[in-house]
C-alpha cells in the first residue's frame, strides 16, 4: 500500500466485539491470564501491555503509523512536544556531555539548552546554519548530539540533511536528533538522509484541529529502548485519548498538508508583492535563500510563512490587531489560519540579540495557513496590511 493508505489502514487488533473504529482503551493497567505470565511479562520473556504510562493500544497505533511514515525502526509517545524534546536530549546524555545545536530553535528548546542542562553538567555549543563550516569546528570530543529544525521555528532556515549526515560518518558517536515538526513525514524524511532520531510535536500538525497535546520521538531501535527506560520511570506518557485522536488526525494528514502548502505558497508569493512587507520566507519561494536545498528535500513548502511588516513593533500590533478571521494565538498546524508575533511571545525570553541572529525581529509575522478558503486568507491578510498602515 502507498503511504496514504497505510495511515487509514494501520490499526489496533480488532477485540472479539468486531468493532470497525478502534476503541479508546481507557485503562490505568492490563491484567495478566495468571501469575506467571505477570512473572514472564514483567521479565521481558513475553510481549504484554503492562501499564498505561509504558503502552497502551491506542499510542502503539500511533506510533506505528508515524515509524511507518518516517521510516522508522521504533517509537515512543510523549504527553507534549516539549516532553518528546527533553526526553530525546535527558533520555540519551549524560552529565558531562556536549550538545551542538543550530541556532534556529524553539524558545522552550533554547531555555532547555540555556538554562536547565547546564545545572546538570550538559552544555551545548550553537552553530548558524549560513555557516556550515562552523559545525565541525564546533564539535568536541565530548560532543553526543547535533540538534536541528528544518524548515526552523519561526525563520523558516533549513539545513542540509545530506550534508550533515556526511559529516556525522566522521563522528559515529553523535546522534544526529532533528525536530520535523514544520514539515511532517508527510514533506520530508530525515531519517532517509542516515538521521538517527525524529521528534514531534504531534500537537501541530498531526493533530491538526487545535484539540490536543502530544509529542513523539522515533528513529533507531537502540536509542528507542534507552529511551523506553527514561519514559518508564519518569511518566511523561501520552494519554489514550489524545493517542486515539491523533491516530484519528493522521488518516487526513496528507489531504492537509496539500491544501496548507498550496495556500500558504500563494499568501507568500502575494506578501512578497507588497509594498508594506521588507522580507518574506517560504521554503518554496523562489527567493528563498535556500530554494534549491528546499525543493530537493521537501516534497512541498509546508504551511507557515514568515514576513517583515514596515513599521517595526507598533506596526506588526496593529496588524495583528486589525484581522478579522485570523486567530492571534501562540500554536500552529491548525486547520484555522493563525498568526504569531514571536518576538513578545513564543521567542520572548531571547534577548534582542539572540532573536536577530535567527532572523526574528520586532515587525516579524508568522502566519499559519490554515484550510479556509483561499481568497478569505488573502483577503483578511491583505486588508490588515492596508488597514494597519
Known sequence: ?????????????????RE???PLYLTSSFIFDDAEQGRAVFADEEEGIIYSRYS???????IDKVCEMEGADAGLAFASGMAAVFASFAGLLKSGDHIVAFRSIFGSTHQLLTTLFPRWGINHTY??????????????????????????????????LQWLCKIKEKYPQIIINV????ATPYLQKPIAYGVDIVSHSATKYMDGQGRVLGGLVCGRADLMKELMFFIRHTGPAMSAFNAW????????????????????????????QHEEVEVVRYPHLKSHPQYELAKKQMKQGGGIVTFIIKGGFERAKRFLDALEMLL????????RSIATHPASTTHSKLTEEERAKIGIFPGSIRLSIGLENLDDIIQDVVGALEKSR
Open 1 to 17: 500500500m502507498k503511504e496514504e493508505s497505510k495511515l487509514i489502514r494501520i490499526q489496533a487488533n480488532r477485540t472479539q466485539n
Open 20 to 22: 470497525h473504529s478502534v
Open 56 to 62: 497502551n493500544p491506542n499510542t502503539t497505533e500511533f
Open 127 to 160: 552553530v548558524d546554519a549560513a555557516d556550515p563550516d562552523s559545525l565541525e569546528k564546533a564539535i568536541l570530543p565530548n560532543t553526543k548530539m547535533i540538534f536541528l529544525e528544518t524548515p526552523s521555528n519561526p525563520g523558516l532556515e533549513l539545513v542540509d
Open 179 to 182: 525536530d520535523n515538526c514544520f
Open 245 to 272: 485522536l491523533l491516530s484519528k488526525s493522521l488518516e487526513t494528514l496528507p489531504i492537509r498538508m496539500d491544501r496548507h502548502c498550496s495556500s500558504a505558497l500563494a499568501v507568500a508569493e502575494i506578501l512578497e
Open 328 to 335: 492571534i494565538t501562540s500554536n500552529l498546524g491548525d486547520s
